[in-house]
């Protein structure tokens, strides 16, 4: 498999615009329109940013650290949101990768751990994140919430 690339992904840069035509095309359909919309009016605040994987000079996977979710849980912050990968580059730990990415990023900020939601059970486990609770989305659907210590 060829080097993978983390980045840090800037407002108004040729790497936001690559990331804009990566979501367009990409296959999550659930989260595509309003991914789209967050990028194209840049809806992040203060130290929210997306992040991405590139590999051959094309972006192959992406998260983000936003300070809210697809929840009504505004004390409970930093999420891990948006994550990921081309299908092409599934299983070579990209996720994962972005996924640490993203908290080396939050704890340079001064955050002391980070929150995953998910349907899934075993995915973030084996990234650091332990179960904390069933939650509720604003579509009414349960998922589960994880977290992780930064340490």
């Known amino acids: 498999m060829e080097a ?4 840090k992904v800037d ?3 040729p790497l936001a615009d690559d990331l804009l035509n990566f979501v367009k095309n990409f296959s999550w359909l659930d989260v595509k329109e309003h991914t789209v919309r967050v990028l194209e009016n840049w809806e992040f605040e203060a130290w929210e940013t997306p992040f991405v994987a590139i590999a051959n000079e094309k972006i192959v996977g992406m998260v983000t650290i936003m300070k809210s979710d ?3 849980l505004p004390r409970i912050f930093p999420w891990i949101s948006t994550l990921f990968v081309s299908e092409e580059y599934r299983g070579n730990r990209i996720g994962g990768r972005l996924i640490e990415f993203a ?3 939050a704890k340079e900020i001064g955050f002391e751990k980070t929150y995953i939601p998910t349907e899934h059970i075993g995915l973030y ?4 994140y332990c179960y904390v609770k069933d939650i509720v989305n604003y579509g009414n659907g349960i998922d589960r919430l994880y977290v992780k210590e930064l340490s």
């Open 4 to 7: 993978i690339e983390l980045q």
């Open 11 to 13: 407002k108004g840069t």
């Open 70 to 72: 697809y929840y009504p």
């Open 103 to 105: 908290n080396r990023y």
């Open 125 to 128: 486990e084996k990234y650091g």
